[in-house]
């Protein structure tokens, strides 16, 4: 395997991988995908605490996947690039094809036992 791809997917597993890592945090990227928001706007909807999701955001900041605003005494986050969406949602796809797979199998499997 060739040196810069190796390097290119360490890179992405420290500084995106890692961050994608917590349900939590996903969700965070999903409450930004249609506008920037406030902490405690996301906090609540979310229903998490206000320093869980202060937390997360640091994390999402820190990997760059956000960018911190201020608004007088406020902070709100909005996404750094809307790709990040864009691969979740295949993600997503994989997934729910990975399960309705499954589930076909396993219909098939229980009708066989009849």
Same mark, same amino acid.
């Given at each position: =395997? !060739? %040196? ?7 890179? &992405?597993? !420290? ?6 890592? %917590?349900?939590? #945090?996903? =969700?965070? /990227?999903?409450? &930004?995908? $249609?506008?920037? #928001? ?9 229903? +998490?605490?206000?320093? @869980?999701? @202060?937390?997360? /955001?640091?994390? &999402?900041? $820190? ?15 909005? +996404? ?6 864009? *691969? /979740?949602? +295949? &993600? #997503?796809?994989? =997934?729910?094809?990975? /399960?309705?797979?499954? *589930?076909?199998? *396993?219909?098939?499997?229980?009708? !066989? @036992?009849?």
């Amino acid at each position: =395997m !060739e %040196n810069k791809l190796i390097q290119e997917i360490q890179l &992405l597993h !420290e500084q995106v991988c890692d961050a994608l890592g %917590n349900p939590c #945090r996903v =969700m965070i /990227l999903y409450a &930004l995908r $249609d506008r920037p #928001r406030f902490v405690t706007d996301m906090a609540s909807e979310l229903e +998490l605490p206000q320093s @869980s999701v @202060s937390r997360h /955001l640091k994390v &999402l900041r $820190d990997s760059g996947l956000v960018h911190p605003q201020r608004d007088g005494s406020a902070v709100f986050y909005h +996404l750094t690039d809307h790709r990040v969406i864009e *691969a /979740l949602d +295949l &993600l #997503r796809g994989i =997934m729910s094809d990975r /399960l309705v797979k499954q *589930a076909k199998i *396993a219909d098939a499997a229980h009708h !066989e @036992s009849w």
